[in-house]
């Protein structure tokens, strides 16, 4: 029963990523290198977000837990960036990315107690699924440098971790209850 | 007699050596623990009394390892690619955690030597 409350949820969620047309053509390694970079950012913006509005532990552990993974994984990738010597490409895909990030963040500042924090845990379950389905299946295969193939293996493992507690923070909150 | 002397000095130099053997102090061994891919690997490891564990962050993501009961011990935060020892003189299990993705764990047992 728990896991058709999560999977519910994580189908509404996600059903609000898939408007853009998440990565539905191929990008080139500097438009993905971009695009990994904005989701990472923008993830890192929910969870201050969290910080500032939730009471949660669970939740504010899980933001302070995305500010840092993401921090340390988009600081690789700046690293990454500038020993290539090359620029990250801004595409429709960051754009929606950002816009569809506005458009959340301006909903879930009229939230609060726990309608917040059942918000912003099912949108980080939602949005780490449709970026781990998307690194996972698109972004890595279509990669033609290898450190950032590389890159990107990393991250998802990290990724991966969060969608998991994520879950688990869903789980714990009893948002259907 | 002067054979007999020479017995007794080699025996008693051998006792000395012995005695010495057996009371130095255990010089301890230093293991590795490896973090990667969100997993401490070994995940069980048995060591000996006086013993360090090297633990090393392979991952990205910045872990830690602390013991669960009280954190009796603690590495602190280990980004990519940095290292803690940890130096095990009591005997017992040590069960340990990442404090930043609480759910990995794993156990150190430590043995009297």
Redesign the interface.
């Known amino acids: 029963m728990k896991l058709i409350k999560i999977a519910a949820a994580a189908a509404v969620v996600a059903a609000s990523f898939t408007a853009p047309a998440f990565a539905e053509e191929k990008m080139n390694d500097l438009e993905i290198a971009h695009t990994a970079y904005t989701a990472g950012n923008l993830d890192i913006r929910y969870a201050h977000l969290a910080l500032a509005l939730s009471e949660n532990d669970a939740v504010r552990e899980f933001a302070s837990v995305m500010i840092r993974d993401h921090s340390a994984v988009n600081d690789e990738a700046v690293a990454l960036i500038q020993k290539l010597d090359v620029t990250p490409q801004d595409n429709g895909l960051s754009q929606a990315l950002v816009k569809g990030a506005a458009e959340k963040r301006a909903e879930f500042v009229k939230l609060s107690g726990k309608a917040f924090d059942c918000a912003y845990a099912q949108n980080e379950l939602g949005y780490h699924q449709i970026v781990n389905q998307t690194v996972e299946g698109k972004f890595i295969p279509w990669t033609t440098v290898e450190p950032l193939t590389a890159l990107l293996e990393d991250a998802l493992v990290t990724f991966k971790a969060h969608e998991k507690h994520a879950e688990n923070m869903v789980a714990g909150l009893h948002c259907g209850s | 007699m002067h054979r007999f002397g020479q017995i007794c000095g080699a025996l008693s130099g051998a006792a000395f050596s012995l005695m010495l053997a057996c009371c130095a102090a255990y010089a301890g061994q230093t293991h590795q623990v490896i973090i990667q ?2 997993e401490f690997v070994p995940a069980n490891l048995t060591i000996k009394r006086g013993d360090t564990v090297e633990f090393v962050n392979k ?4 872990h830690t390892a602390s013991e669960e009961s009280d954190f009796l011990w603690d590495t602190g935060e280990l ?2 690619n940095q290292s803690a020892r940890i130096e095990f003189t009591k005997a017992g299990t040590s069960k340990y955690f990442c404090v ?2 609480p ?1 990995m764990k794993a156990e150190i047992i430590v043995t009297a030597n």
């Open positions: 891919k969100f991952d990205i993501a910045p980004v990519r930043f993705h759910h």
